[in-house]
């Protein structure tokens, strides 16, 4: 008797171990870092496949936020594809951040108010170095240095380089000369009259109670370009919606501008030394709803 409980029971093992097993498959898993690159705590992050015209759900739950500078993983189950739209928005819902086509397959981490599609880069081209007058008051040593600054910053956003254009310089120098002598500060030209603007144009003024002799004009050229920080990726938008000033630094990377020309001043004002710096650009740039970096513009 013993036996053939025995014998039975191996029976039903066996049995048990011939029928079909059910595997729980796990599900392809894709992780995604957000950082808050822009200037107001994002309560509303949406992500789709570029190409699909429905943003779906707020991935965030109703009472998260991202900090200014915090970050958010997020893991997606099943996602298919590389490249995804982003689109974030401030807890008011106004949009802060939106770009397409960020690629998954080479990075996983994005800052939003920052991050864009990994650009093109054109062939490198040695821009040639002044040879002859500067069409300015700005030496050949000063002009090449504000040429090159100008030329790494398009670099860096895959632009192709500009050149020294010595008519728009000494456009540019008549507006310094005249700046100084009628107010001593920053103006733009105007749209109509004698002093009519043709170009773009980028403004810089630095102000000291010593010598201004040893500036750098390289740095004007810098503190239009940090600017970025609060540029959104695209089209360009009405200025009045970015969190601080950008119209410098996409001048400075507008893609279809190919000359600048720079001059300076200087003046004294209520016993400030100040430097007054003016570059143009031609074909001018900042066209509202044209994306700076298209070369398509």
Known sequence: MKTLLYQACQ?????????PMHYV????????????????PIGRLFIRLTGETDWGENILSA?????VNGELSVTLYDWEG?????QASG?????????????????????????????IRPPVVETPSLSGTTGSKLTREKANAMLRAHNQIRANDGVNPMGWDETVATFA?????????????????????AWKQRYG????????????????????????ADEKQYYT????????????????????????????????????????NTLLVVCNYDPPGNYIGQDPLSPKN
Not at 240 to 269: E, F, K, M
Request: contains cysteine; aromatic residues 12%.
């Open 63 to 67: 009472t998260q936020r991202i900090r």
């Open 25 to 40: 498959q796990a599900q392809n898993e894709t992780k995604i870092t957000f950082i808050n690159g822009t200037s107001k």
């Open 11 to 19: 029976r039903i093992l066996f049995f048990c171990f011939l029928l």
């Open 201 to 224: 144009e980028n403004l810089f003024m630095q102000q000291s109670t010593g010598t201004l002799s040893g500036f750098k004009y390289e740095q004007a050229v810098q503190s239009w």
């Open 173 to 193: 120098q008549q507006w310094a000369n005249h700046l100084a002598t009628e107010s001593c500060s920053m103006q733009h030209r105007p749209r109509q009259g």
């Open 233 to 272: 990726p695209g089209p360009l938008r009405d200025f009045s919606t970015y969190p601080d000033q950008v119209g410098h630094y996409t001048q400075i990377v507008w893609a279809t501008s190919l000359r600048v020309g720079c001059g300076y001043a200087t003046c004294n004002n209520g016993g400030w």
């Open 91 to 119: 807890t008011n819902r106004k949009v802060l951040y939106s770009a397409s086509g960020l690629d998954l397959c080479k990075t996983q981490t994005f800052t939003l108010g920052q991050s864009r599609p990994e650009p």
């Open 82 to 86: 590389c490249k995804i739209d982003v």
